[in-house]
């Protein structure tokens, strides 16, 4: 019988219900799901492998580092589903000229009762091999660790072991035709990634493997509508600082259709908007909404993000909340 008082109790019962979902692939394999990183490509509802263009590129598009010609440092934390699950993440960008450029991430995944870890090491490199087109790669390393003095962990017969590792990589490319438009692909997890700590398995393919990821999409840039604008150098300037994006994802048989917009509202402020619609199982719909605040300082400047989403479907009236610290050299 479980007794519970006021909102410990309550938060016990979803803690529950959370490790019931993480501990259980069986049933619905939660770890490494593509939740994203940053709170920029959030507030454009998850469409940026188009763009790629700062400290988030390789986690979306590791084409992007061919292009990035400043060094990029960045570090975001995300909180979903009021707090019970939180994503940190660190990563690093330096660009090398003509030979391209090399990041480094680390993401660590955490549920609020301690039971779960996952972790995420990516080491990137992307090379613009002329102006119209860039290609990319990442190697990632996958890490989980579950409570090995957990009651719940020791006494369940699921588990063969309390930790695994795999490796992978994903493969990216940017192409350019003109100005103002890019067009970005992404294939990740290209090799098969085991992470069971079980030995259950659905035919020849471990419940717990780590599926196919592809995006693909756009990106386009309102520069040249404003440089044909006659509509005044108020409505020029917004112009030249909007962008609007659009992808199309697919990930363990759903479908994934996101778009956004951004627009700078001067050199120091943006503001974004985005949807995002998954068809498959579990149809779900998103909105969501970000900012930023540039400040120059010297040489350097410091770049805040903040990303807004709420998530309607099976998980309605949840929200994930993300901010970003960038800094660019």
Same mark, same amino acid.
């Given at each position: 019988?479980?007794?519970?008082?006021?909102?410990?109790?309550?938060?016990?019962?979803? @803690? !529950?219900?959370?490790?019931?979902? $993480?501990?259980?692939? &069986?049933?619905? *394999?939660?770890?490494? %799901?593509?939740?994203? #990183?940053?709170?920029?490509?959030?507030?454009?509802?998850?469409?940026?492998?188009?763009?790629?263009?700062?400290?988030?590129?390789?986690?979306?598009?590791?084409?992007?580092?061919?292009?990035?010609?400043?060094?990029?440092?960045?570090?975001?934390?995300?909180?979903?589903?009021?707090?019970?699950?939180?994503?940190?993440?660190?990563?690093?960008?330096?660009?090398?000229?003509?030979?391209?450029?090399?990041?480094?991430?680390?993401?660590?995944?955490?549920?609020?009762?301690?039971?779960?870890?996952?972790?995420?090491?990516?080491?990137?490199?992307?090379?613009?091999?002329?102006? @119209? !087109?860039?290609?990319?790669?990442? $190697?990632?390393?996958? &890490?989980?660790? *579950?409570?090995?003095? %957990?009651?719940?962990? #020791?006494?369940?017969?699921?588990?063969?072991?309390?930790?695994?590792?795999?490796?992978?990589?994903?493969?990216?490319?940017?192409?350019?035709?003109?100005?103002?438009?890019?067009?970005?692909?992404?294939?990740?997890?290209?090799?098969?990634?085991?992470?069971?700590?079980?030995?259950?398995?659905?035919?020849?393919?471990?419940?717990?493997?780590?599926?196919?990821?592809?995006?693909?999409?756009?990106?386009?840039?309102?520069?040249?509508?404003?440089?044909?604008?006659?509509?005044?150098?108020?409505?020029?300037?917004?112009?030249?600082?909007?962008?609007?994006?659009?992808?199309?994802?697919?990930?363990?048989?759903?479908?994934?259709?996101?778009? &956004?917009?951004?627009?700078?509202?001067?050199?120091?402020?943006? #503001?974004?908007?985005?949807?995002?619609?998954?068809?498959?199982?579990?149809?779900?719909?998103?909105?969501?909404?970000?900012?930023?605040?540039?400040?120059?300082?010297?040489?350097?400047?410091?770049?805040?993000?903040?990303?807004?989403?709420?998530?309607?479907?099976?998980?309605?009236?949840?929200?994930?909340?993300?901010?970003?610290?960038?800094?660019?050299?």
């Amino acid at each position: 019988m479980i007794h519970c008082k006021g909102n410990n109790g309550l938060k016990h019962i979803l @803690q !529950l219900i959370l490790s019931i979902v $993480l501990l259980f692939p &069986g049933v619905t *394999f939660a770890a490494f %799901n593509d939740i994203g #990183v940053g709170a920029r490509p959030l507030g454009l509802g998850g469409a940026f492998v188009a763009l790629a263009d700062d400290s988030n590129a390789a986690n979306y598009n590791a084409a992007g580092l061919g292009y990035i010609d400043t060094i990029h440092i960045g570090a975001t934390r995300a909180r979903r589903f009021n707090g019970l699950i939180t994503y940190n993440s660190v990563s690093g960008i330096i660009p090398f000229g003509r030979i391209g450029s090399i990041g480094a991430s680390l993401g660590i995944l955490a549920e609020d009762s301690e039971i779960y870890q996952e972790q995420t090491v990516r080491i990137s490199y992307g090379n613009a091999i002329f102006k @119209q !087109l860039a290609i990319g790669a990442n $190697l990632k390393l996958f &890490g989980t660790s *579950f409570d090995e003095a %957990n009651e719940f962990v #020791v006494e369940n017969p699921y588990f063969a072991q309390t930790s695994s590792s795999a490796v992978s990589f994903d493969l990216g490319v940017i192409v350019k035709p003109f100005k103002s438009l890019s067009l970005g692909a992404s294939v990740e997890n290209l090799l098969p990634a085991d992470m069971s700590i079980s030995d259950t398995s659905v035919g020849d393919t471990p419940v717990a493997s780590i599926p196919l990821n592809i995006r693909a999409g756009l990106a386009y840039r309102l520069e040249t509508i404003a440089e044909m604008s006659t509509q005044g150098a108020v409505v020029s300037n917004l112009l030249k600082g909007s962008l609007g994006t659009f992808e199309v994802a697919s990930r363990d048989a759903a479908i994934y259709i996101r778009t &956004g917009v951004e627009v700078w509202l001067n050199q120091s402020i943006a #503001v974004r908007g985005g949807y995002g619609l998954k068809n498959g199982s579990n149809s779900a719909t998103t909105l969501s909404f970000g900012g930023s605040a540039k400040l120059p300082i010297s040489k350097t400047s410091i770049q805040l993000d903040y990303g807004f989403q709420l998530l309607s479907g099976d998980f309605q009236d949840n929200i994930t909340q993300r901010f970003s610290v960038n800094l660019l050299f």
